[in-house]
């Protein structure tokens, strides 16, 4: 092999080795996956367990087909918290829309969580389909 040939090979391996810390910071601040398709911001102060409650409340106390569900995209572009004795009160707003459907109304789904040792639903509605809260 050629002494060029040498140099370009391990000036790559070099560069590439290089990037390699950078790579692992950036992983290290990736968001871990979550099991809620309800997109939060990322500054959200919404712990993820409260998240995840959040959209099986959805998939569970809303009248959503199957497909339908699949199809919709989540936002919560509304989300209030506050400190009620020893819990935190969550009021979330959230946008269901399709996205492949711009010109329809997108629905709203309003839920307020209360994380005080567990989470509960304490309040449910939507403007698209129904949604129920369970019986006290």
Same mark, same amino acid.
């Given at each position: 092999?050629?002494? &060029? ?8 391996? $070099? ?7 950078? $790579? =692992?910071?950036?992983?290290?601040? !990736? !968001? !871990? ?17 409260? &998240?995840?409650?959040? =959209? ?7 009248? #959503?087909?199957? #497909?339908?569900? &699949?199809?919709?995209?989540? =936002?919560? #572009? ?6 009620? @004795?020893? @819990?935190? *009160? ?9 996205? =492949?459907?711009?010109? !329809? *109304? ?10 005080? @040792? ?19």
């Amino acid at each position: 092999m050629k002494p &060029q040939a040498v140099h370009r090979v391990g000036g790559g391996v $070099l560069r590439l080795a290089s990037l390699v810390p950078v $790579l =692992w910071a950036l992983v290290g601040f !990736a !968001a !871990a996956p979550i099991d809620s398709r309800i997109q939060f911001p990322g500054h959200t102060n919404v712990p993820r367990a409260v &998240q995840e409650f959040a =959209w099986r409340v959805i998939e569970t106390r809303c009248n #959503y087909q199957s #497909y339908e569900e &699949q199809e919709r995209s989540f =936002w919560a #572009y509304d989300v209030k918290t506050r400190k009620v @004795g020893t @819990g935190v *009160v969550y009021s979330i707003s959230i946008l269901s829309e399709l996205p =492949w459907k711009k010109t !329809a *109304v997108p629905g709203t789904i309003e839920m307020t969580v209360v994380a005080d @040792g567990g989470i509960r639903l304490t309040a449910l509605k939507s403007s698209f389909v129904v949604c129920a809260l369970p019986p006290s």
